[in-house]
């Protein structure tokens, strides 16, 4: 047994009472987390806390009250960038269909100039969601959404970028494959390079000759990069992945680079 021989207090330290406002709040929302009479309201106000973990708790009660007591709400809702972000969050993860035009549109009326990194990443997962969850957006929809954000590609962060590459490939944008092969390019790291690469397969179009030549290239230099014993399969897959969307025309324009082996590191194919 361990006992303890010094001339030191062995008294607990007095408690820590700071933050213990921001728990008891948090505690408070937590508990509407149900069906209940009046949680719309109690818990309304604090969509657009400072803190995060607050305002997931607030829009957690709001999400398990009917959507239909909130939806309207939620696309009116205009008290700060942070409130409106998380009170369309629940919505795209609530709502059905036939919310998706005025979710998008609600959305659409944020001022990116305004908004923090953080804010338009919430942004952009609003848009996601809203896709994933309420259906794939009509043509029209993606080039109005897609008309939003391409001016925002590239951004300075490395996390934006991410994020807007996918939901731009995701949306057929005009102009994306050029922006990220120069991304590619330029990446200082090969989980960049990967990112890119990996998003970039899935795009439909425009492309030309001579980005898809870009493209395919990289996976030649590519050979080079190291990871674990998966890790050349895998690239091996975005590849193949990328090669099935050809059309046959294509595949006979780039048949060099289709072909071409690199000169160290694993074949290809």
Request: overall charge positive.
């Given at each position: 047994r361990v006992t303890w021989t010094g001339s030191e207090s062995v008294q607990p330290p007095p408690a820590d009472l700071a933050g213990q406002e921001a728990r008891d709040l948090r505690h408070s929302l937590e508990q509407l987390h149900r069906p209940a009479d009046g949680a719309l309201d109690k818990a309304w106000p604090y969509l657009g806390h400072a803190a995060r973990a607050i305002r997931f708790a607030a829009r957690t009660a709001i999400e398990h009250q009917p959507v239909g007591s909130w939806a309207q709400r939620a696309l009116a809702e205009s008290s700060s960038n942070d409130a409106k972000l998380t009170a369309l969050l629940a919505?795209?993860?609530c709502g059905d269909k036939s919310l998706q035009q005025p979710?998008?549109?609600?959305?659409?009326r944020l001022n990116s100039a305004d908004l923090s990194e953080m804010q338009l990443l919430s942004a952009l997962r609003?848009?996601?969601?809203?896709f994933i969850r309420m259906g794939e957006p009509s043509e029209d929809v993606a080039r109005a959404v897609a008309a939003v954000?391409?001016?925002l590609y590239p951004a300075r962060s490395v996390r934006l970028n991410r994020e807007?590459?996918?939901m731009l490939v995701y949306l057929n944008a005009e102009g994306v494959a050029?922006?990220?092969?120069e991304l590619l390019a330029k990446a200082p790291s090969q989980e960049e390079q990967i990112h890119y690469a990996y998003c970039l397969r899935a795009l439909k179009g425009p492309w030309t000759i001579e980005q898809r030549t870009k493209y395919f290239q990289w996976f030649?230099?590519?050979t080079t990069l190291r990871g674990g014993n998966s890790f050349s399969g895998f690239l091996k897959n975005i590849r193949q992945e990328a090669i099935d969307r050809l059309s046959d025309a294509e595949k006979v324009a780039l048949k060099d680079v289709l072909e071409a082996q690199p000169t160290g590191g694993q074949p290809l194919v």
């Amino acid at each position: 047994r361990v006992t303890w021989t010094g001339s030191e207090s062995v008294q607990p330290p007095p408690a820590d009472l700071a933050g213990q406002e921001a728990r008891d709040l948090r505690h408070s929302l937590e508990q509407l987390h149900r069906p209940a009479d009046g949680a719309l309201d109690k818990a309304w106000p604090y969509l657009g806390h400072a803190a995060r973990a607050i305002r997931f708790a607030a829009r957690t009660a709001i999400e398990h009250q009917p959507v239909g007591s909130w939806a309207q709400r939620a696309l009116a809702e205009s008290s700060s960038n942070d409130a409106k972000l998380t009170a369309l969050l629940a919505l795209a993860r609530c709502g059905d269909k036939s919310l998706q035009q005025p979710l998008l549109e609600s959305l659409g009326r944020l001022n990116s100039a305004d908004l923090s990194e953080m804010q338009l990443l919430s942004a952009l997962r609003v848009a996601g969601l809203c896709f994933i969850r309420m259906g794939e957006p009509s043509e029209d929809v993606a080039r109005a959404v897609a008309a939003v954000l391409n001016p925002l590609y590239p951004a300075r962060s490395v996390r934006l970028n991410r994020e807007l590459c996918r939901m731009l490939v995701y949306l057929n944008a005009e102009g994306v494959a050029g922006k990220t092969l120069e991304l590619l390019a330029k990446a200082p790291s090969q989980e960049e390079q990967i990112h890119y690469a990996y998003c970039l397969r899935a795009l439909k179009g425009p492309w030309t000759i001579e980005q898809r030549t870009k493209y395919f290239q990289w996976f030649v230099s590519s050979t080079t990069l190291r990871g674990g014993n998966s890790f050349s399969g895998f690239l091996k897959n975005i590849r193949q992945e990328a090669i099935d969307r050809l059309s046959d025309a294509e595949k006979v324009a780039l048949k060099d680079v289709l072909e071409a082996q690199p000169t160290g590191g694993q074949p290809l194919v």
